[in-house]
């Protein structure tokens, strides 16, 4: 905007004693935005970004936004390479992104003449609201993320198309990038750029490495995030069977493995065989080669998988030890703890701990909307899950508001056939029951029992009475 404004006559305006007024900068800033239809914001450093600290810059991104104007969100060449190093390098920088997204407040951004917030705040009260704008920016963000470690890791595959190590090295950055777009909900982008990856792998002779065999987990998590249950079932085996040839289930890698093959099977009615891999898995618990998240997310599937099969004391004990993993977490704001935080509200209401399944409820919802994910399937999951957690308190008006925000987007993203479908259209059911709305439950009911009969998914969640499962 530099360009576009001249904003030393502005300064030289007022030196003169003459009054800019804001509508009117804001008119001339808005005509050059959508005259140009192409913004460039130049973040400095992904770390921490001082664009997104400043009220105009937000403004700025607010009136692309809804100009339908093209943004492009630009790092120096310098800041391109931390953040794919940071790719390759794992969870604990990466943290860093979410504490970036969360940090997004159009409230608390400051302005060099505080007169030109108090503009700009009354403009998005009037417009989308302050949390719909953060939210927007936040998805915006995080979506750019997702497109510069793409296209990062693929650049690195081209500068070192000749070095097995190097590829391996860009792989693992790519499956952290195939995790991000999942998490927005890009399953076919996630399963086609995990297919190219796995491709370069196989180029070098490492079609049998254990991040190739990573790769297929990944692949087959995201065709099981789409419903697609018998493709997501052959990626995964083929990567377990690898593992276990090659005595490598006892890896970080392998653990991943198992853990997908898992899920698989519990989604497809399996639950005793996901169980044995699941405390095969648990084995490796605690070793120095097991990062905090792999722990949590073995002890919470198991508490799961004990709680489908109604062994609720050996679920409790699982339970009490994913308690303590949470701690090892610390502050971390990474969008899976939401996940995880909501199936333990989950295992909470049923064992009757309603506080603390509302207490992580706020929790997992503070996670998503930093993450800029409310929107995308992992919200919805979380959504749904928060508004069973508020029927069981018996707030069913404010049960049927988050399931139904839950319902739209995963119908805006036709996902209706799909675990997160399936467990909306029960616990919808379950709550326009308890309102008395039989016909909309029993219409609900037989949505979800035609979803599972055409993906052959079965749920893990009881999140309505046994007869709603039959």
């Avoid at 914001?41 to 992904?46: P, Y």
């Avoid at 392998?254 to 898992?262: H, I, L, M, P, S």
Wanted: some cysteine; hydrophobic content about 45%.
């Amino acid at each position: 905007c530099c360009l576009c404004i001249n904003q030393h006559r502005v300064q030289d305006a007022k030196h003169r004693g003459e009054v800019v007024a804001f509508d009117k900068f804001a008119l001339e800033f808005s005509s050059r935005v959508k005259g140009i239809g192409h913004v460039l914001a130049l973040l400095g450093t992904w770390r921490a970004p001082k664009y997104i600290t400043r009220a105009w810059c937000i403004y700025e991104l607010y009136m692309t936004m809804i100009l339908d104007c093209k943004l492009d969100i630009i790092l120096p060449p310098g800041q391109s390479q931390d953040f794919l190093q940071a790719l390759v390098d794992g969870d604990h920088d990466l943290d860093t992104l979410w504490q970036v997204l969360e940090s997004i407040d159009v409230c608390k951004a400051s302005a060099s003449v505080p007169k030109d917030k108090e503009e700009i705040l009354r403009q998005v009260e009037a417009g989308p609201g302050f949390a719909a704008l953060n939210q927007r920016v936040r998805k915006k963000l995080h979506a750019w993320f997702c497109e510069i470690g793409e296209s990062e890791v693929r650049a690195y595959h081209r500068r070192a198309s000749t070095c097995p190590r190097a590829c391996e090295s860009g792989c693992k950055a790519g499956i952290r990038v195939m995790q991000m777009l999942t998490e927005l909900s890009e399953f076919d982008r996630s399963i086609n750029f995990g297919r190219y990856l796995l491709a370069r792998l196989e180029s070098k002779g490492l079609a049998r490495s254990l991040v190739a065999c990573r790769m297929r987990a990944m692949i087959g998590c995201a065709l099981l995030a789409t419903g697609d249950l018998e493709r997501a079932r052959l990626s995964v085996v083929e990567a377990y069977r690898i593992c276990e040839a090659k005595d490598e289930l006892a890896t970080p890698e392998g653990t991943e493995v198992q853990k997908t093959y898992a899920m698989v099977l519990a989604y497809g009615g399996d639950v005793s065989s996901a169980m044995s891999i699941m405390r095969q898995a648990y084995s490796l618990l605690w070793t120095e080669s097991m990062a905090a998240g792999q722990n949590l997310h073995i002890l919470v599937i198991l508490m799961l998988f004990l709680c489908s099969s109604s062994q609720h004391e050996q679920a409790e004990f699982f339970y009490q030890q994913a308690q303590q993993a949470i701690l090892a977490q610390g502050q971390k704001r990474m969008p899976y703890l939401a996940r995880l935080l909501m199936l333990m509200a989950y295992m909470d209401v049923r064992s009757g701990n309603l506080e603390q399944a509302q207490g992580k409820s706020e929790t997992a919802y503070s996670i998503i909307v930093g993450a800029g994910v409310l929107e995308a399937p992992l919200g919805a999951y979380v959504l749904n899950l928060i508004g069973w957690v508020k029927a069981a308190v018996g707030d069913l008006d404010g049960a049927l508001a988050d399931c139904s925000a839950s319902s739209r987007v995963l119908e805006a993203l036709d996902m209706s056939e799909t675990p997160p479908g399936i467990d909306n259209a029960l616990a919808l059911a379950h709550i326009k029951q308890r309102l008395g709305d039989d016909a909309a439950a029993q219409s609900l009911k037989r949505r979800a029992s035609l979803a599972r009969s055409a993906s052959g998914l079965v749920p893990l969640l009881r999140l309505a009475p046994d007869d709603f499962y039959a």
